[in-house]
């Protein structure tokens, strides 16, 4: 499996991703708002798009969509009930379902609702396992729900799901925001030295050229799955006096999501 990372430099901060079988050239497109850098970087990798799939429904994900068909013909693929809202889905996919890419690449359809009820992670089953992750989780922070989504099922989301998957796995999300989540993170948990390490390195960097995390490292610095953290919990109780000293993971998560929202 080859993966090529598409950094849109917009203003929404966009990754796309192609994601390509080695012996048959054939190519995914994960999200590809930014539609001629993705059919240019096919085009100049040899690779033929063959499928489009949308993490999600909103524009900055789909938005791409009609050009790339109308350049290769390609099949779109979007959770099984995004249909009324992303145009021209040619393929509904549940949990579990596996997306075929060329001879070689294999996919998991991951049901990851939260930042919209209709989103799809993929999972890679590789010797280097993969998260394409969409607006679900990004690299140190998690997505917003104010369009359509719920914190208490995204935390759900973060625990059953993303939290149970290999520490090896490497996270490919849809947008780079992770110089403002680990100034986030920094100020929930002033002591986590894994933050304060890696903020400088990434601290006006080129997206294009940031390294790719693991989810080893997520949960390191990533507030958002270190809901049973004493200084994430102590800090928040600062902010919300009314909490128990010892708040429940949910609570957190959610607590930590509304105040994510107006930083």
């Known amino acids: 499996m080859i993966v090529e990372r598409i950094w849109t430099g917009n203003a929404y901060r966009n990754y796309n991703y192609l994601i390509a079988c080695p012996q048959s050239g054939e190519a995914l497109a994960i999200d590809p708002l930014d539609h001629a850098k993705c059919l240019a970087t096919a085009k100049a990798r040899g690779w033929q798009i063959t499928q489009i799939l949308n993490t999600h429904e909103h524009h900055d994900h789909t938005g791409g969509n009609a050009a790339v068909v109308a350049a290769t013909g390609a099949k779109v693929i979007a959770h099984h009930r995004a249909g009324a809202r992303i145009a021209g889905v040619d393929r509904g996919v549940k949990a579990g379902d596996v997306i075929k890419v060329g001879k070689t690449v294999e996919l998991e359809c991951l049901d990851t609702p939260g930042h919209t009820m209709c989103h799809i992670c993929l999972r890679s089953h590789t010797e280097q396992p993969a998260l394409f992750s969409g607006d679900t989780l990004f690299n140190a922070g998690a997505g917003n729900c104010h369009n359509g989504g719920n914190p208490a ?54 997206p294009a050229t940031l390294r790719v995390t693991t989810l080893g490292e997520e949960k390191q610095f990533n507030t958002f799955l270190r809901l049973t953290s004493p200084g994430v919990i102590a800090a928040l109780r600062e902010a919300f006096p009314e909490l128990p000293e010892l708040p429940d993971p949910k609570t957190v998560f959610v607590k930590l999501r509304e105040l994510r929202n107006s930083w």
């Open 153 to 206: 099922d995204l935390y759900t989301t973060f625990v059953d799901q993303l939290a149970m998957l290999p520490d090896a796995t490497r996270v490919y999300p849809g947008h780079d925001y992770i110089e403002n989540n680990l100034r986030f993170t920094l100020a929930r948990e002033p002591g986590n030295a894994a933050a304060r390490a890696l903020l400088p390195a990434v601290t006006g960097q080129d």
